[in-house]
């Protein structure tokens, strides 16, 4: 099992530009979350899915698309980049309400 | 509505000593909480949980956490902290929403520091 990946591990963009962050689960977890990692405060949510289309929003969606069209895969879409969305994204699965994380993808947008 | 409060952004022992991480909770239901453990650049991994079963919690690397309802606490400890612990620890609450999904809230983190 390779768990949950993500790709790509680092990413540059430029204010306007728009990218997907990929994530994938091999463990038939119907449920994936979005976070983001400020420093300072903690892992915020940003959207989440209980299942193959079916999404929802967290607490932090705005700039932020997803859609989940297999029960693997989790795309996080960033319509037009903005410095504020410089983070560290991780993406997590859970089953029984243990999480399972990615290891994460650093974006810094200028 | 739920919220964690993990007192201290940065705590330091010395190897060897009690290591204590502090969690203090809300939630309007009962509630399942969690430790996890990020060691430089990379995710969360696990420590332990509560799912209202036994209020004392074992997790790995020597770790537990004792749930008091009463204080809405979840303290994390190790009796002897070792190098290799010095990572972030974040608290964790979760607690079924009104959509049907167990919506799970982060405390800001605490790094902990061991000084050899």
């Known amino acids: 099992n390779a768990g949950v990946t993500q790709t790509p591990k680092f990413q540059v963009l430029k204010t306007g530009q728009s990218m997907t962050l990929q994530c994938a689960q091999d463990?038939?977890?119907?449920?994936m979350s979005w976070y983001r990692q400020d420093p300072g405060m903690g892992l915020r949510l940003i959207h989440y899915?209980?299942?193959?289309?079916?999404?929802d929003q967290g607490e932090v969606p705005n700039g932020y698309n997803v859609s989940r069209s297999t029960t693997e895969d989790f795309p996080l879409r960033l319509l037009s980049a903005a410095p504020s969305q410089t983070s560290v994204y991780f993406c997590?699965?859970?089953?029984?309400?243990?999480?399972?994380f990615g290891p994460g993808t650093r974006l810094t947008v200028t | 509505a739920q919220s964690v409060t993990q007192l201290g952004s940065h705590v330091s022992v010395s190897e060897g000593a009690l290591v204590l991480l502090r969690c203090n909770y809300s939630?309007?239901?009962?509630?399942?909480l969690f430790w996890y453990v990020q060691y430089p650049n990379q995710g969360l991994q696990l420590l332990l949980k509560?799912?209202?079963?036994?209020?004392l919690v074992k997790g790995i690397n020597g770790f537990e956490a004792e749930f008091k309802k009463s204080e809405t606490s979840f303290h994390l400890t190790k009796p002897s902290a070792h190098m290799s612990d010095a990572a972030e620890y974040f608290c964790?609450?979760?607690?079924?929403?009104?959509?049907?999904?167990?919506?799970?809230?982060f405390g800001t983190g605490t790094k902990l520091q061991v000084i050899p």
């Open positions: 509560y799912t209202s079963a036994a209020t």
């Open positions: 463990m038939n977890h119907e449920y």
């Open positions: 964790a609450v979760s607690a079924l929403n009104s959509g049907g999904y167990q919506k799970v809230t």
């Open positions: 899915s209980v299942g193959a289309g079916i999404t």
């Open positions: 939630s309007s239901v009962p509630p399942y």
């Open positions: 997590a699965s859970s089953q029984l309400n243990e999480q399972y």
